[in-house]
C-alpha cells in the first residue's frame, strides 16, 4: 500500500467512525481534525483516534491504554492482540460511554 491509498483508507475509517457514532444514538461528542478524531464522553473521558501515515497505521487510545492497527486483508487488527478494530471500539467506547454499543461501518 503506498501513501495515498494509505490516506484515502484511513479518511474513509475516520468518516465511517463519525456516522457510526452519530448513528449510534448516544451522547457521544466528536471532532475531527487533520487526521485526529477525538471521542468526548458525558464524563468527560475521552478516546482519541488518528492517523500515523509513516507508519500506515491507526493509533487509539483510550482512558484505559493505547492501541495499534494495521490493516490486513482489508480489516484494521490490534498489533498486540489481533483484535478487530470495530470490535474493540465498539467495546472501548461502551466502558467509556457506560451503556451498551456496537459500532460498525454501514
Do not use: C
Request: charged residues 20%.
Amino acid at each position: 500500500m503506498n501513501d495515498s491509498q494509505y490516506n484515502l483508507i484511513a479518511e474513509a475509517l475516520l468518516l465511517a467512525i463519525e456516522e457510526a457514532i452519530e448513528d449510534s444514538g448516544v451522547d457521544i461528542d466528536y471532532e475531527g481534525v487533520g487526521g485526529l478524531l477525538t471521542l468526548t464522553f458525558k464524563n468527560n473521558t475521552k478516546v482519541i483516534i488518528n492517523k500515523q501515515a509513516p507508519l500506515h497505521e491507526i493509533w487509539v487510545a483510550t482512558k484505559f491504554n493505547g492501541h495499534h492497527f494495521v490493516l490486513n486483508n482489508d480489516s484494521w487488527t490490534d498489533k498486540r492482540s489481533g483484535e478487530e478494530f470495530w470490535q474493540f471500539l465498539s467495546n472501548a467506547v461502551s466502558t467509556q460511554a457506560e451503556t451498551e454499543l456496537t459500532l460498525s461501518a454501514q
